[in-house]
Nanobody, 121 residues
C-alpha cells in the first residue's frame, strides 16, 4: 500500500502561483511514477502531468510551460509548481502513484484525497 497526502492548495488570484506537495508513505516511493490529475466541478478527471522514477516528465498539452513537476525521493515527496494560474485551473488536484509512466488515470493504483485550488479572476 502507498498512502498519499496532498497539501498546498488554496485561493490565489489569476496570474499567481502555487506549489502543491504530495507526501507518500508505505512502499518504496522511488519505484513509482507519480501523476497529478485535476477535476473541476461537472467535469471529468484531467491529466496534469507525471514524473517517472528517473525524473522524466510528461504534461497535459494545455499545461506545458506553466506547470512543473518535480520529486524528491529522499523525502518521498512530489511537487507540482503552478505558475501564471488562470480561473480555469480551478479544480481539485490529486496526486497518484503507479508503476507505469502514463497519462491514463486507470494505470495509477493509489490516490490522495485531493486538495482544492481556486483561482479568482
Amino acid at each position: 500500500q502507498v498512502q498519499l497526502v496532498e497539501s498546498g492548495g488554496g485561493l490565489v488570484q489569476a496570474g499567481g502561483s502555487l506549489r502543491l506537495s504530495c507526501a507518500a508513505s508505505g512502499r518504496t516511493f522511488s519505484n513509482y511514477a507519480m501523476g497529478w490529475f485535476r477535476q473541476a466541478p461537472g467535469k471529468g478527471r484531467e491529466f496534469v502531468g507525471t514524473i517517472a522514477w528517473s525524473g522524466a516528465t510528461d504534461y497535459g498539452d494545455s499545461l506545458k510551460g506553466r506547470f512543473t513537476i518535480s520529486r524528491d525521493n529522499a523525502k518521498n515527496t512530489v511537487y507540482l509548481q503552478m505558475n501564471s494560474l488562470k480561473p480555469e485551473d480551478t479544480a481539485v488536484y490529486y496526486c497518484a502513484a503507479g508503476l507505469t509512466f502514463s497519462s491514463a488515470p486507470s494505470t495509477y493504483d493509489y490516490w490522495g484525497q485531493g486538495t482544492q485550488v481556486t483561482v479568482s479572476s
